[in-house]
């Protein structure tokens, strides 16, 4: 038998967070690191398969390019339905990179309809009149206006997907959620009759994703953040379970390597900084000049790793981020500092560290890569949307590892996860 769902994630600590869910929801789930070649996968065994791609910030032809390729493999698999996971915030610009993938999967699939939410209430992340809602302030308002690639300043998400798309966008509002799946399926009948192709659909609680998820039954291709993930696997009969998470016993070094410009971020790292926790702090500008950044960082880490945690970030504020990018161009900055982040990480990894905290999504790719992990395991979830991962290294050691979304986790997340870790696999 083939897997239940396909899933193609548009970053890497996106995927695992959907990859997250759908364990917690009972999937046993085997997430890829890119597309692998044609032609292999045969012996997968796993209800849910995550491709995790980099693909969210690439130009659209090249994302959809990508995308493609992953629906192949997937189907190759036997995938029965299509999962397009982007983020919560729904992160895109007026040229996509969610509207033109959406579109060209459902090309691939002959389909004329999709759904797309963002909504992951755990995490503060709720749709409600076709709006977004990061925490209490709408999407436009939150900190995502000021996200370095894809600032965020409208919050209507019809408006924002239409932008990004030639199909015309509908909204499946609350009162129709509310009133269960029958009711969303009945939307989608008049929605498809009035030449709609897509259609954002509200969502302020968990319970109304899992309505949501019975009423999307049988949809070759459903799009969303990881938060629909609660009601999809019920359709295949899978219940929630702990059973998926369990990891080998860590051991080695820990570090922290942050590229994550977000407000929960910069939180994140003012508080452990405050801890008088080693860190180093990774300035852009230094290596643009040319300065041996890696090696600095590097030496730095080789003689604190013995006490504790330590951390290497290129965190700051957005104004410092802007400055930055005034100087170097906003993609280049990016493209520079995840590519050191990356090398220090391999450094890292070198020098024995066997338990990384990664944050970010693109700073994730890029490290993930450099790593040269192909596929990784899911174990415990340190908070909503993070879970810790196993992964097999070139020389077959074994790496704990856990992505973090930019904006989730505590203030306290970078202790926190070391010591779940700890308790879970002790
Ligand atoms: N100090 C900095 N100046 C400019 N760009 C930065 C800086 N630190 C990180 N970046 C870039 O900002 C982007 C952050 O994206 P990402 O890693 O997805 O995290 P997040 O979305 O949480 O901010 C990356 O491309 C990263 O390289
Ligand atoms: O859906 C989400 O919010 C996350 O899974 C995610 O994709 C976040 O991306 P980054 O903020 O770039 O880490």
Known sequence: MGIRLGCIADDFTGATDLANNLVRAGMRVVQLIDVPPSG???????????????????????????????????RSLGAEQVYFKYCSTFDSTPAGNIGPVTEALMDALGTDFTIATPAFPDNGRTVFKGHLFVGDVLLGESGMRHHPLTPMTDSNLVSVLGAQTTRAVGLIDHAVVADGAEAIRARIGALREDGCGMAVVDAVSNDDLVRLGAAVRGLPLVTAGSGLAIGLPANWGFKPSRAAAQLPPPGGHRAIVSGSVSVATNGQVLQYLGGGQPAYSVDPLRVAAGEDVVGQALAFAESHLDDGPVLVHSTESPDTVRTVQGRLGAAEAGELVELTLARIARGLVGQGVRRLVVAGGETSGAVVRELGVTALRIGPQIDPGVPWCAAALPDGDTLHITLKSGNFGGPDFFTDAFAVLDEETS
């Open 40 to 74: 292999t996968g045969r012996e997968v065994d796993a209800d849910a398969v995550v491709i995790a791609l980099k693909s969210r910030t690439v130009p659209a032809a090249d994302a959809v390019e990508v995308s493609l390729r992953a629906l192949s493999w997937l």
